[in-house]
């Protein structure tokens, strides 16, 4: 499999760590895929007996597995959401960062989609999440000004969408990626409480990728062969300790009327 550089394999380590009303704190290994969503018509001939795009193998990606869900052009999807966010970009290389499909099974509780702009530079960042009720959104962040997102920049955003029974939809998000020493990093505070100094919940993800190889994805799902089923049971086991433990449970609101929460730049005087 020679995936010239357009897909690369991402080992890494996901961090969550909730501050109240009780101390919770977890992590495990992972490996997600980073793909050049742009360059997705390369992809025909980059499959092995491992691995394929669109195509039934131990490990794939497919397109109905994102965006609008129907197998269509991701970067069309993507376009519209920059679209309703009023993200005017001269739209260069893409790089979508998500768990892949584990035989069979995939469940994504949040991709990054990073846009670079054709000077590429990054633009814009679309977190794109799932609920385990079948619900999905898009947060679409921008610079405040608009321009470049430098490297661990803050994006906020005002929370829209029902994750967790044991977070209500309030609060604001501040989202950062960083890209260093080949090392790459999705960070995500929720800060529910104005008044509060640290946020109700820190997650991470980080780790290291390289281009995509077959001995490299062997050895990936030689180590976590049942990652992907592993993220939903980990999701229900962390739901049950905070339950234990009392962590207030709230009952799921309705969806939003709409998929797409922007975070609009400030408007300068």
Same mark, same amino acid.
């Given at each position: 499999m020679n995936a010239d550089g357009?897909?690369?394999?991402m080992r890494a380590r996901v961090l969550h760590a909730r501050t109240r009303p009780v101390s919770h704190r977890f992590t495990y290994?992972? +490996?997600?895929?980073?793909l050049r969503i742009d360059q997705a018509p390369r992809y025909d001939g980059r499959a092995s007996w491992l691995f394929g795009v669109n195509r039934r193998r131990p490990v794939a990606f497919h397109f109905a597995d994102h965006g609008a869900r129907d197998g269509g052009d991701p970067m069309a999807w993507l376009q519209s959401r920059l679209d309703i966010?009023?993200?005017?970009?001269?739209?260069g290389a893409v790089w979508l960062q998500c768990f892949p499909?584990? +035989?069979?099974h995939v469940f994504n509780p949040v991709s990054f989609w990073h846009v670079h702009d054709t000077h590429g530079d990054l633009r814009a960042l679309v977190a794109e999440v799932n609920n385990t009720f079948g619900e999905r959104h898009q947060y679409v962040l921008r610079?405040?000004?608009g321009g470049v997102i430098q490297d661990g920049q803050v994006l906020q955003s005002d929370k829209a969408f029902h994750v967790?029974? +044991?977070?209500?939809?309030t609060g604001v998000y501040r989202f950062r990626v960083e890209h260093r020493n080949?090392?790459?990093?999705?960070i995500i505070d929720y800060h529910d409480d104005p008044a509060e100094p640290q946020p109700l919940l820190h997650t991470a993800i980080r780790g290291p990728s390289a281009p995509l190889t077959t001995a490299s994805l062997l050895r990936a799902v030689g180590a976590m062969p049942f990652m992907t089923l592993g993220?939903?049971?980990r999701i229900h086991w962390q739901a049950l300790r905070l339950f234990l433990l009392k962590v207030p449970f709230h009952r799921k609101p309705p969806a939003p009327a709409t998929e797409v929460t922007a975070a609009p730049p400030r408007k300068h005087p």
């Amino acid at each position: 499999m020679n995936a010239d550089g357009l897909i690369e394999l991402m080992r890494a380590r996901v961090l969550h760590a909730r501050t109240r009303p009780v101390s919770h704190r977890f992590t495990y290994r992972v +490996f997600c895929l980073r793909l050049r969503i742009d360059q997705a018509p390369r992809y025909d001939g980059r499959a092995s007996w491992l691995f394929g795009v669109n195509r039934r193998r131990p490990v794939a990606f497919h397109f109905a597995d994102h965006g609008a869900r129907d197998g269509g052009d991701p970067m069309a999807w993507l376009q519209s959401r920059l679209d309703i966010a009023g993200a005017d970009i001269d739209v260069g290389a893409v790089w979508l960062q998500c768990f892949p499909r584990l +035989f069979g099974h995939v469940f994504n509780p949040v991709s990054f989609w990073h846009v670079h702009d054709t000077h590429g530079d990054l633009r814009a960042l679309v977190a794109e999440v799932n609920n385990t009720f079948g619900e999905r959104h898009q947060y679409v962040l921008r610079a405040p000004d608009g321009g470049v997102i430098q490297d661990g920049q803050v994006l906020q955003s005002d929370k829209a969408f029902h994750v967790s029974p +044991f977070c209500v939809v309030t609060g604001v998000y501040r989202f950062r990626v960083e890209h260093r020493n080949g090392t790459h990093a999705a960070i995500i505070d929720y800060h529910d409480d104005p008044a509060e100094p640290q946020p109700l919940l820190h997650t991470a993800i980080r780790g290291p990728s390289a281009p995509l190889t077959t001995a490299s994805l062997l050895r990936a799902v030689g180590a976590m062969p049942f990652m992907t089923l592993g993220v939903v049971l980990r999701i229900h086991w962390q739901a049950l300790r905070l339950f234990l433990l009392k962590v207030p449970f709230h009952r799921k609101p309705p969806a939003p009327a709409t998929e797409v929460t922007a975070a609009p730049p400030r408007k300068h005087p």
